[in-house]
């Protein structure tokens, strides 16, 4: 499933946006969705890539309850992105790097295993971490270099 959402990050280095990728399964482990950072792209804050690819999953499905599916991401979700996920319901987040600045899954906030929320999501950490992270940092440095 990680392998998946590293090749759609990087497809959002085209457009100059940060390599972050996700990608939806069903129960069944099938492909639903996939998507990838679009904010310079679209000059949109909220179209990050677990946005993108919920909407994707929704529309496909014909459903906004994700109820039984699992979203594979390489970055921690932030506070926008965990909150769209609780509220599709995804059953399970896995992830990549952790976002030691804005991560909401554990590193900063804790949303989705919040004791007081409605609804509660099992989260996996750390999947293919080295690789997730070594994508973003080198995006970042190269970023860095032309400035």
């Known amino acids: 499933m990680m392998r998946v959402a590293l090749n759609e990050a990087r497809k959002a ?3 100059g ?6 990608a939806i399964f069903n129960a069944d482990g099938e492909l639903i ?8 792209l679209h000059n949109d804050p909220t179209s990050h ?6 909407r994707k999953a929704a529309e496909k ?3 906004w309850h994700l109820t039984d599916h699992t979203l ?5 979700p932030c506070v926008m992105c965990a909150g769209a996920i ?4 995804l059953q399970t987040v896995v992830f990549g790097a952790w976002d030691e ?3 909401a899954v554990g590193s900063v906030w804790e949303l989705l295993r919040d004791p007081r929320s409605t609804f509660r999501t099992e989260v996996r950490t750390g999947v293919l971490s080295e690789e997730c992270s070594e994508l973003i940092t080198s995006f970042i440095q190269e970023v860095r270099k032309k400035d």
């Not at 890539?49 to 919920?54: L, M, R, S, T």
Request: net charge negative; hydrophobic share 45%.
């Open 13 to 15: 280095v085209a457009s």
């Open 17 to 22: 946006d940060i390599p972050v990728g996700a």
């Open 33 to 40: 969705a996939v998507g990838h950072n679009e904010r310079e």
């Open 49 to 54: 890539a677990e946005i993108v690819v919920i």
């Open 61 to 63: 499905l014909g459903d």
């Open 72 to 76: 594979a991401v390489t970055l921690e």
């Open 86 to 89: 609780a509220q599709s319901r």
């Open 101 to 103: 600045k804005a991560g």
